[in-house]
């Protein structure tokens, strides 16, 4: 058997070897020239925009919430406050064992299942060097129960924050509002950079009104922090500016005396100065304590409140809307005198009813018997209805119209609080364009005596009154009366006339003495409450129907559901010399504003003009 070698090709192997180190070298080449490009690109091409992405890595930028300011009344009682709320947090990473811990927090704290739960999921979306709150809202007990007991929790703590408070609960909760966690509808129409530390937003009253005052500015500080997000230390910080604090017109005394007199029912009472249209007190009853909805209301109390038929929930004062009733009369008597289609001589005969040339209907008089022959003065004092149904007519509803409006019936009073109402003035206008008719004769008649179409809410009736009290300066009612900023300075806020109403002085004298003789003189529907005054009194009642009666049908209070019942009406105004208190009263299905309403009125005048209520006789 023969072997045949195989002689190896030197040759043909060096060449191959070469030919892999050249591509090899190349290949290095090309890899470290693709590197040093790369660098260059990164730090050279981009290197302030990776210095900057460097820079925020190591650096952030944390907000530092403002303190709110605060609000008083006119004699420096604290409304709205910021007090510090207790809270227990757990910071994950140096509790030994969560759910032990847990456990044992639960013998010594409150910790009900939404806590749990809550705690629960802020835990998956937090960081585990981040505290993480599991009680809001701790008592004092709660903090000294933990307090003493602090040592067996490692990892667990108090925490305080600064919340907002209202130290006189209910009094006054309509006007002043709450403040409430902000939402994100909320958060899209303010400067979200300027609510980045915030939780917190003014929803109603004074409080959502003047929120950017109140609020303040933002404040920053640059924290250093290492890979995990966990701060090392504070480069520089600026601190947040506070908001102002707000000093009301409102009286608190007053506004007590006010809800106390309305408590038991549902209604409301308006102060105003008349002079310049601040607003004394603005009670609306039932009233509600906003204490609980600044951090949250729980949903049973939220829904008793909700789903009260006395809803405490709504501001009577701004947003209830009632028929004006016999208040209205002074004002078209006003209008009357200016148009000329009356004088305080011209007498009609009132035998109980009114009707209109040509008809059978028969618009009936309060008092049934009627009040023999009337004039101008005695149809105020006792409130006759056939009266104004004449005087109505004769003026027409284009005057009536025009003339109401200058007192602001049928728009909004433009008060420095939010949640306003208008009301309603009737017109041919607004009835063609609403219900596409046209205006008849009769309803002429009953805007002559505040019924039919007609509504004001509680603040445009003391708005009228303060205007008739100022004898035609229509001032703008408002809440705050000056500003303090956190410097110390403060800045007043002026009133504002928005309207003057024609009339001559004469006129003027008339219809005010007849108001003077609704309260003082002996036959005005409002006398009682002149007895032990040490102060004059300008006023008018008035009695608003809830439902119609038909051309036969008497009124029958037994007979009546209590909630279809007459609302009572009272607006009044004093000293009659120099007026520096205008009130409105409306107490729902109360009957008789001179029973009803108007004692209630004495006595708010009696706390702003005393400095006490004076005790009245009872009927």
Known sequence: MSHRLTLKDHQREARLFANRVVAATVLVLALVLALVARLVYLQVVHHAYFTTLSHDNRVQILPLAPTRGLIFDRNGTLVADNRPSFGLEVTPEQVPNLEQTLRDLRRIIAIGPADLSRFRRQLRRKRRFEGVPIRLRLSQEEVARFAVNRYRFPGVDIEARLIRYYPLGTRAAHVIGYVGRINEQELREVDSSNYSATRYIGKVGVESYYEDILH???????????????????????????????????????????????????????????????????????????????????????????????????????????????????????????????????????PGWYSLKGSSHRYRDWKRGGHGTVNLTRAIVESCDVYFYDLAFSLGIDHLH???????????????????????????????RVRNLPWFPGETLITGIGQGFTLVTPLQLAEAVTTLASRGHRYRPHMVASMTTPDGKTQPLEPEVVDTVPGRPAAWDIVIHAMNQVVEGAHGTARRISKGASYSIAGKTGTAQVFGLGQDQRYDKSKVAERLQDHALFMAFAPVEAPTIAVAVIVENGGHGGSAASPLARAVMDQYLLGKVIPQEQP
């Open 216 to 350: 303040g500015r933002v404040g920053y500080q640059q924290v250093e922090t290492n890979a995990g997000g966990r701060i090392l230390r504070v480069l520089e910080r600026t601190p947040p500016v506070p908001g102002n604090d707000l000093h009301l017109h409102l009286d608190m005394k007053v506004q007590e005396v006010a809800e106390d007199q309305l408590a038991g029912k549902r209604g409301a009472i308006v102060a105003i100065d008349p002079r310049d249209g601040a607003l004394i007190a603005a009670a609306s009853m039932p009233s509600y304590d906003p204490n609980p909805f600044v951090q949250g209301i729980d949903v049973k109390a939220y829904r008793e409140l909700r789903d009260s038929p006395d809803r405490p929930l709504f501001n009577r004062a701004l947003r209830g809307q009632y028929p004006p009733g016999s208040t209205i009369k002074p004002l078209v008597a006003l209008a009357g005198l200016e148009y000329g289609v009356t004088t305080p001589d011209h007498s009609v005969y009132c």
């Open 402 to 432: 025009e003339f109401l409006a200058h007192f602001g019936l049928g728009k909004k009073t433009g008060i420095d609080l939010s949640g306003e109402r208008s009301g309603l003035l009737a017109s041919r206008a607004w009835k063609r």
